[in-house]
């Protein structure tokens, strides 16, 4: 299950990052570009999003590798999510951020963190009966 769910995030994180380099989903007001009119897109941020897809998809090649990418990108994302809100509107000056994608570092981490650590990381047992 842990594997299905972190190609699932890392499925998520590619299409998200990406569709942030689409011309024709970008709009710009106040000197920013959003995607949807809704999230604040920056070269750096969608670049975070691609590469949080690429090694999700990576971690789920093994039941262990997603538990861990689950629990490390959930206070990840946590991180990012407390620094954007208590910034408000840069997430360590690295990339700007507004209540849309601060809501949305929120969800990543309340989600990533509650797979990671709320799921049982082993399967039903292989071993065969003796």
Do not use: C
Not at 23 to 33: C, F, M, R, Y
């Amino acid at each position: 299950m842990l594997r299905i769910i972190t190609a699932v995030f890392g499925a998520a994180f590619i299409v998200l990052g990406v569709l942030g380099f689409v011309p024709g989903l970008i709009t710009e007001a106040d000197g920013l570009k959003y995607l949807f009119n809704l999230f604040v897109v920056e070269i750096l941020h969608q670049v975070l999003y691609i590469v949080s897809g690429v090694v999700a998809l990576l971690a789920a090649s093994s039941q262990r590798y997603s538990h861990w990418y689950l629990q490390i990108f959930g206070i990840a994302y946590a991180v990012i999510a407390l620094a954007g809100l208590v910034q408000g509107d840069t997430v360590l000056g690295a990339f700007t951020v507004n209540t849309s994608s601060n809501a949305l570092h929120v969800s990543l981490a309340v989600a990533l963190l509650a797979a990671g650590f709320g799921l049982p990381t082993d399967g039903p047992s292989s071993k065969s009966a003796r």
